[in-house]
T-cell receptor, first 117, second 113 residues
Framework: AQTVTQSQPEMSVQEAETVTLSCTYDTSENNYYLFWYKQPPSRQMILVIRQEAYKQQNATENRFSVNFQKAAKSFSLKISDSQLGDTAMYFCAFMKHRGGGADGLTFGKGTHLIIQP | SAVISQKPSRDICQRGTSLTIQCQVDSQVTMMFWYRQQPGQSLTLIATANQGSEATYESGFVIDKFPISRPNLTFSTLTVSNMSPEDSSIYLC??????????FGQGTRLTVV
């Protein structure tokens, strides 16, 4: 079974600063995907970024980027030029990939990110 | 991407009753899942909704309590049966596309009184 650990229950930064959310995971699988989701108070789960384990290049999406360290089983999210709208819960998630489909996601406990004006 | 419509968005139910949640996707998808998010907690996988066969349940979840239907590749339902206050949670459906991206419906906030 997989486990996902987010060790920062809450973080607070000033607007326009850069913030890094940490995530580590434990698995014996070699073929998997990692995700970061944002959940604002509306409770909608919004896909922020996805990383394929077999790709060494770190994924980026505009102001969001990851630092994927496969050997260390680490998958941190960096948010650059943070904005007030980035305030939300952020969840790290793991998905095992298998032939013909995928398993469901295993989530970390989340990090509550607060962007201060 | 995939657009997922989930309803109802919220409901308040009496204990002992059942609620059926619907999930409609705008395209055919093979992989569809149901999750529970208890108050202040993370998401936990309930089951995989399999088209044309019985759902695959995770440890701690049983078919009698959470029956799931998946009649086709765009639709699924989750029923929360014989509800108690402990079932008060947000229930979310999710799909995984061919690009291996996982998208979620907007969730159903259930309160059992």
């Amino acid at each position: 079974a997989q486990t996902v650990t987010q060790s920062q229950p809450e973080m607070s930064v000033q607007e326009a600063e850069t913030v890094t959310l940490s995530c580590t995971y434990d698995t014996s699988e070699n073929n998997y995907y990692l995700f970061w989701y944002k959940q604002p108070p509306s409770r909608q789960m919004i896909l922020v970024i996805r990383q394929e384990a077999y790709k060494q290049q770190n994924a980026t999406e505009n102001r969001f980027s990851v630092n994927f360290q496969k050997a260390a089983k680490s998958f941190s999210l960096k948010i650059s030029d943070s904005q007030l709208g980035d305030t939300a819960m952020y969840f790290c998630a793991f998905m095992k990939h298998r032939g013909g489909g995928a398993d469901g996601l295993t989530f970390g406990k989340g990090t509550h990110l607060i962007i201060q004006p | 991407s995939a657009v997922i419509s989930q309803k109802p968005s919220r409901d308040i139910c009496q204990r002992g009753t059942s609620l059926t949640i619907q999930c409609q996707v705008d395209s055919q998808v093979t992989m569809m899942f149901w999750y529970r998010q208890q108050p202040g907690q993370s998401l936990t996988l309930i089951a995989t909704a399999n088209q044309g066969s019985e759902a695959t349940y995770e440890s701690g979840f049983v078919i009698d309590k959470f029956p799931i239907s998946r009649p086709n590749l765009t639709f699924s339902t989750l029923t929360v049966s014989n509800m108690s206050p402990e079932d008060s949670s947000i229930y979310l459906c999710s799909v995984v596309t061919e690009n291996t991206e996982a998208f979620f419906g907007q969730g159903t906030r259930l309160t059992v009184v």
